[in-house]
């Protein structure tokens, strides 16, 4: 069979990614161009600087990635590109420029969702899972569980109800003033944090229910965090660490226990976790330990195809193209698309 080379594109949120992928599998380059910098100081994302950042660096990074692959533009045989969830400023960068693309080369164009994409990641690594098997998006933007049963075959089992996972992170590492993105910096302070140290809320939905719910937790933090006299700046650092270590045992606890109640509800033995939260070193050990424990598989990508990357878009475009479909050059961003 013919091989593939798919250019993909991925401008959802704050990082401008550009791959080339052969076959839905290999990855010839994947470069991502993170945005850190621009939103360090206002603590969070800022919508129209991320737009304006991927403006200014998209042609850049795709210029990037194909003269790493070593291919040229004649040699690319799909486009695919990151058509929603996420910031709609950000999402029409890549989009409009994809579109533009496959307009001038006659290229053919998929528009591709983005959690789907992280679902998919898991394909890039050696050994991927066959179907059907349970999968946890955890990110910034989403903490849901799926049945997957195929690419483009997913039934929701449920997902959170206010707060994803990710964001609680960011808003845990705000609130102590330890700087953004708080993901990365809590995982890194609690190595030396005792997790039992203080025992937080598990919010745990009714039994048999996959919804998740992160912002009595958060709150949680907020009033143990009143509770002291001085302000979080001039907590101890042993302080800092045992209050890091103990948010993200609790939300650890919670998203291991309703991904394996998952996998049992449906009768599955594979687990797939994604997402830039997958990329929590006390998550991945906690899944695999509980995996052995249940006799279950878990898979979950590298860190680098767990937070947001192109290469993850174009194992999704490869499969959709392969099968004729293409989307059309009138297709529009969507910040809710659903899956
Ligand atoms: O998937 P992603 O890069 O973008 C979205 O689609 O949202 O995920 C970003 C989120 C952020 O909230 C960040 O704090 C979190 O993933 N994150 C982590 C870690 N690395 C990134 N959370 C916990 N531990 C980490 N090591
Ligand atoms: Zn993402």
Same mark, same amino acid.
């Given at each position: ?148 049963? &195929?690419?483009?075959?997913? =039934?929701? *089992?449920? @997902?959170?109800?206010?707060?994803? /996972?990710? #964001?609680?992170?960011? %808003? $845990? ?102 997402? &830039?939260?997958?990329?929590? =070193?006390? *998550?991945? @050990?906690?899944?695999?330990?509980? /995996?052995? #424990?249940?006799?279950? %598989? $878990? ?41």
């Amino acid at each position: 069979m013919e091989i593939m080379r798919i250019l993909a594109i991925e401008t959802s949120c704050d990082d401008t990614g550009a791959a080339v992928v052969l076959d839905g599998r290999k990855i010839l380059a994947n470069v991502v161009s993170s945005q850190v910098s621009v939103h360090q100081k206002y603590g969070g994302v800022v919508p129209e600087l991320a737009s304006r950042k991927h403006i200014e660096m998209i042609v850049p990074i795709v210029t990037e990635a194909l003269e790493k692959a070593g291919v040229t533009l004649k040699e690319v045989d799909g486009i695919a590109v990151t058509q929603g969830p996420g910031l709609v400023g950000s999402l029409l960068v890549g989009l409009s420029f994809a579109k533009s693309l496959a307009l001038a080369t006659g290229i053919p164009f998929i528009g591709v969702n983005h959690i789907e994409a992280h679902l998919s990641a898991i394909f890039l690594e050696e050994k991927p899972p066959k179907f059907p098997f349970i999968g946890l998006v955890v990110s910034g933007g989403h903490t849901s569980l799926f049945r997957v049963d &195929g690419f483009g075959k997913f =039934r929701r *089992l449920g @997902q959170t109800r206010d707060d994803a /996972a990710g #964001e609680a992170f960011d %808003k $845990v590492a705000k609130l102590l003033g330890l700087g953004y993105p708080g993901g990365p910096i809590i995982d890194q302070l609690s190595t030396t944090g005792d997790p039992k140290a203080i025992r937080f809320p598990r919010p745990s939905i009714r039994k048999n229910s996959f919804d998740f719910s992160f912002s009595g937790l958060k709150t949680a933090v907020v009033n143990y965090v009143k509770a002291h006299p001085e302000r979080p700046e001039d907590f101890p650092e042993e302080v800092i660490r045992n209050i890091v270590s103990s948010f993200q045992e609790a939300v650890v606890d919670v998203l291991v226990k309703k991904t394996f109640q998952a996998a049992q509800h449906e009768g599955l033995k594979k687990v797939v976790i994604s997402g &830039g939260v997958a990329a929590n =070193r006390v *998550l991945r @050990q906690r899944m695999e330990k509980e /995996a052995s #424990e249940q006799k279950i %598989k $878990v898979y979950i990508p590298s860190p680098a195809f767990c937070t947001d990357n192109a290469a993850m878009v174009g194992v999704v475009g490869y499969e959709y193209l392969k099968g004729g479909i293409r989307s059309p050059l009138s297709l529009n961003a969507f910040s809710n698309l659903p899956l």
